[in-house]
């Protein structure tokens, strides 16, 4: 199965056309990848002009949220089928910097479900705001991943992302990227707590990436024994060498494999 590595470029940038010019950047380095699939999801306005940029390459488009209900009296919100019109391939879900605004994982369940039914895959974003000594973090990471995939069915988690996104790692206020065997460690217990719930072949089904603080110093190191599938990249993703490096760095790990 091929690698991941998604682009979450936020609020940025400001302008249509500069959003243009950093696809088709990626576009460019891009272009020979075989074993690495690159996600790009930028804001919501600009999805269609990427769309259209990436119109004949392997490059996907992505959103970085969705609403669960189709149509109707919602204000401001965007349905999952309305973005599946436009092109998109991957929503994500639950990033922490939506938690902030009071995203729940009851919503993140209702939209992942609606995700899987429209078959867009779902970027599940788990995470926790701090570490403890006494492992406090690791039953709060069990309670989003049961919370945010309940009732999903057994067959339908191979559709399944999962991106493990520490808080304190995340953006430009992160203290710094997670050290890569604390990452061994962390996608194991995913995987664990994947099993105790689906058992052990669809927890294995389910791709697991890695986002906080990653760049092309770090993100070869991520993927050394750890199992896992991509990576998400959030300020690194709107720069195109930089983020084309973490891609080729990724692409080069998926042809060792
Ligand atoms: C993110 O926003 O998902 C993210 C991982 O951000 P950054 O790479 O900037 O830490």
Not at 37 to 66: H, M, R
Not at 67 to 95: C, D, N, Q, W
Not at 99 to 123: A, I
Not at 216 to 230: C, H, I
Request: hydrophobic share 40%.
């Amino acid at each position: 199965m091929k690698k991941i590595v998604i682009g979450n470029w936020k609020m940025n940038p400001e302008k249509v056309d500069e959003a243009k010019k950093i696809a088709s950047g990626i576009v460019k380095v891009c272009k020979n990848l075989k074993k690495t699939e690159v996600v790009i999801c930028p804001p919501t306005l600009f999805i269609s002009a990427i769309a259209e940029t990436l119109q004949k390459t392997k490059i996907s488009i992505g959103a970085q949220d969705a609403f669960y209900e189709p149509k109707g009296a919602y204000t401001g919100s965007v349905s999952v089928a309305m973005l599946k019109r436009i092109g998109v391939k991957y929503i994500i879900l639950g990033h922490s910097e939506r938690r902030e605004l009071g995203e729940t994982d009851e919503l993140v369940n209702k939209k992942l479900k609606v995700c899987l039914k429209n078959k867009v895959t779902p970027v599940v974003c788990v995470g926790e705001k701090v570490r403890d000594a006494h492992g406090y973090y690791l039953a709060f990471i069990k309670k989003e991943i049961e919370h945010s995939l309940a009732g999903v069915k057994r067959k339908d988690l191979k559709d399944v992302v999962i991106a493990y996104e520490p808080v304190w790692a995340v953006g430009s206020k992160a203290l710094k990227a997670i050290e890569a065997s604390d990452l061994s460690e962390m996608v194991i217990y995913i995987k664990r707590t994947l099993t105790d719930l689906f058992g052990p072949a669809a927890a294995q089904s389910v791709r697991i990436l890695y986002g906080g603080s990653v760049n092309k110093e770090n993100a070869g190191e991520f993927f050394n024994g750890s199992g896992l599938s991509g990576l998400l990249v959030g300020r690194d993703s709107l720069d195109v060498k930089k983020f084309g490096d973490i891609v080729l760095l990724t692409e080069e790990v998926a042809s060792i494999k």
